[in-house]
């Protein structure tokens, strides 16, 4: 089986881990695959790409010319091109650009979509999750998506709900293997207790906060 997987990148996040997790593995059940890249001129998709590179996954050559409604015409025909000279067997899609891209064109072969991640913003952004959850999601051989609440909102659309697959996001355990190196890191941290801080809160609250809480932990 040889897998053709499509994904534009607005920020590195849990779609794309989940995306690179899926291009390490598959070679283990005997699969092929070939990423499509988008010319999108956007340094997300320049570090998702950099990324599969390193992972050593085969890039077309070719890049999906998308620049608006008028590039459809031509993103269209390359997928075509792609799978028929390829010799694809399915086109796996990953995000709310390559579903409605590929849900609502007429590619040849089976097509398997990943979905979730919809924010309304504004109304703009409302029509485009509109027209993939009621208009390409359905058109679709199989939905993958990370949640029941996800698969609701994905059936609400008009998929039927035994096309679709729940599969919750894991993590790669490996990343977290122990460094051997626990005193060289300790020397280089300056000290043998340390704190992380992500996300919203300001680092000086964290500062202060965190150790109250007994959030402060050894190094490794």
């Not at 695959?33 to 890039?59: H, I, K, T």
């Not at 999750?129 to 998506?145: C, G, I, K, M, N």
């Not at 790669?172 to 801080?197: C, M, W, Y």
Request: glycine share 8%; charged share 25%; aromatic share 8%.
């Amino acid at each position: 089986m040889k897998v053709l997987h499509l994904m534009r990148t607005w920020a590195m996040g849990g779609a794309q881990a989940i995306a690179l997790s899926l291009f390490r593995h598959l070679p283990e059940l005997g699969i092929e695959q070939l990423f499509l890249p988008y010319a999108a001129n956007r340094s997300a998709d320049d570090e998702f790409l950099s990324e599969a590179l390193r992972l050593g996954m085969p890039v077309t050559d070719a890049r999906l010319p998308w620049n608006g409604v008028s590039g459809w015409r031509h993103c269209q025909q390359l997928i075509r091109e792609t799978v028929s000279r390829e010799r694809i067997d399915v086109i796996h899609t990953h995000d709310n650009q390559s579903n409605t891209l590929v849900g609502m064109g007429r590619s040849p072969g089976a097509r398997v979509a990943t979905a979730y991640g919809w924010w309304d913003l504004n109304f703009k952004v409302k029509v485009y999750y509109a027209l993939e959850r009621h208009l390409a999601l359905p058109r679709f051989d199989r939905v993958t998506t990370v949640s029941e609440h996800m698969k609701s909102k994905i059936v609400a659309g008009g998929t039927p709900a035994d096309r679709i697959d729940v599969i919750h996001t894991g993590l790669e355990p490996e990343a977290f293997l122990l460094h051997p190196d626990r005193a060289g890191i300790r020397g280089a941290a300056g000290s043998r207790r340390a704190a992380q801080h992500r996300g919203r809160r300001a680092w000086h609250r964290n500062a202060r906060e965190l150790p109250d809480a007994r959030t402060a932990v050894d190094v490794l």
